[in-house]
């Protein structure tokens, strides 16, 4: 157990590789409840959050899912989140990075001058449980009192899960399928031990942040502190396609418009290894004899079976099919540029 924004969380239950090939293989769940749980409402709450969020929100139809970007004036990542369109229509729910909860709440509550939105952080009040996994469907599927199956990717329901009523939603930061479910806070144990009695046949373990780490690097996912910061802005960090800026006008619109016709800034790209040596942040990747970049992820990959890393590099070397270094203590590595996931699962 370590201690995480404020909150105590499991690095790992058994052990890491254990953890994140049972994710891929059949099934684990995640307590997620640190991720921050902030509920709009009102008649402005669309509004308000179409000038907060890089992604058009005005048009998010009830039981959607998008995923977006808070960015400031100068088109920094302050988070990057999910924004909800809760089955009522005209309430919503933003998730946010335990690491950035109180500082999004803040933000929003700076923005909300004039606007007619109530926000309220539901996050202590609720909790929220990642199951993940190819066999998490047969696993939640006899627990929940709606049709699981039929709720597509990004999309979310209320529905009664293990005798509880639940926000369940088809979301997950595995590159696995997988629902996440959120309850109130004092159910959470009772809910968490029936999913894990009933995917015991199928597999299913507990996991916690290690694996949970090594299974987003696989699926090429940015980490708000690692691949994603104040410093650097949505086009280079390539989450171009989370941008609207088409007939909007949101917070830091006009300097990621400008970031869009800079061809000069670091991007952020996948490297591959053959060795056994693991990068870690803020090794230097090269070029030579020249510094070209930096890692900001790195590790041994269970699923690939070799060392995989994100990082920023300058753009001349942001090319499918480089060959770079990864300086790993005095040693240059060589790292070849791959495309990001590295993982896809078959669909």
């Known amino acids: 157990m370590v201690d995480f924004a404020g909150w105590s969380m499991p690095v790992q239950y058994s052990s890491i590789v254990a953890e994140h090939q049972a994710t891929r293989t059949a099934a684990a769940l995640f307590d997620v409840s640190h991720m921050g749980r902030v509920f709009f409402s009102g008649p402005d709450a669309a509004k308000f959050l179409d000038r907060l969020v890089t992604r058009r929100i005005t048009d998010l139809q009830p039981g959607k899912i998008r995923y977006g970007l808070v960015t400031n004036p100068e088109g920094g990542i302050l988070d990057d989140v999910l924004v909800y369109q809760l089955p009522t229509p ?53 627990l929940a009192e709606t049709d699981l199956a039929a709720m597509r990717y990004y999309t979310c329901r209320e529905a009664t899960v293990a005798g509880v009523t639940a926000l369940v939603s088809r979301t997950g930061y595995t590159g696995e399928d997988g629902f996440e479910v959120v309850v ?143 300086d790993i203590r005095g040693h240059h590595e060589p790292a070849t540029v791959v495309p990001l996931p590295f993982y896809k699962r078959q669909s």
């Open 184 to 326: 109130p806070a004092e159910q959470a144990v009772a809910v968490w031990e029936k999913i894990l009695q009933a995917g015991a046949d199928q597999g299913a373990i507990p996991a916690g942040l290690a694996s949970r780490d090594t299974l987003r690097l696989e699926a090429g996912m940015p980490l708000y502190g690692h691949e994603l910061s104040e410093e650097i802005n949505p086009v280079q960090a390539g989450l171009a396609f989370a941008v609207n800026t088409e007939g909007r006008d949101f917070i830091g619109r006009e300097a990621i418009a400008r970031f869009m016709q800079d061809v000069q800034q670091l991007k952020r790209v996948g490297l591959q290894l053959s060795g056994r040596r693991v990068p870690r942040e803020g090794y230097a990747i090269v070029a030579g004899p020249a510094e070209v970049g930096h890692v900001t992820s790195g590790t041994f990959s269970p699923t690939l079976n070799h060392p995989i890393a994100m990082g920023y590099v300058k753009p001349e070397h942001a090319v499918v099919g480089v060959v770079l270094g990864i």
């Open 90 to 142: 005209g309430e919503y729910q933003m998730v946010v990075n335990a690491s950035n909860r109180e500082k999004i709440v803040r933000w929003c509550e700076q923005q909300q001058a004039g606007d007619d939105v109530q926000m309220e952080d539901r996050t202590r009040q609720t909790a929220m449980i990642a199951v993940q996994g190819p066999k998490t469907l047969e696993i939640l599927a006899p």
